[in-house]
């Protein structure tokens, strides 16, 4: 069993940064990449970035420019550092994980979610 656990949602104002962390446990051996989804109010949601174990990345054209993920193996963590926060990037954000790296290309939906961490981005 996996279990992702976000943390470091809150509010904050248009233009401003935000940082996410989520932390990895359980049988997360032959888990090869790891992302950040988000919901927001109204839309289908979508993938915003992926990273693989070997730290090759992929990002949504709605955030490529402001946000950063990264993946810290020894500590079994995943972090989502937002810069220049807009009032749609609004939503609930789930850490993923999923044992093909092939979906990195394409930002598919990935197989392992946490219960996700609201971030608010006030105009």
């Known amino acids: 069993q996996v279990q992702l656990v976000e943390s470091g949602g809150g509010l904050v104002q248009a233009g401003e940064s935000l940082s996410l962390s989520c932390i990895a446990a359980?049988?997360?051996?032959?888990?090869?990449?790891w992302g950040w989804y988000r919901q927001g109010p109204g839309d289908h949601g979508e993938l915003v970035a992926a990273?693989?174990?070997?730290?090759?990345?992929n990002y949504a054209d709605s955030v490529k420019g402001r946000f950063t993920i990264s993946r810290d193996s020894a500590k079994n963590m995943v972090y989502l550092k937002m810069n220049s926060l807009k009032p749609e990037d609004t939503a609930v954000y789930y850490c993923?994980?999923?044992?093909?790296?092939?979906?990195?290309?394409?930002?598919?939906?990935?197989?392992?979610w946490g219960r996700g961490t609201l971030v608010i981005v006030s105009s």
């Open positions: 990273i693989t174990n070997g730290g090759r990345t």
């Open positions: 993923a994980a999923d044992p093909d790296i092939h979906k990195l290309a394409q930002l598919q939906a990935l197989d392992y």
């Open positions: 359980g049988t997360i051996f032959g888990l090869n990449l």
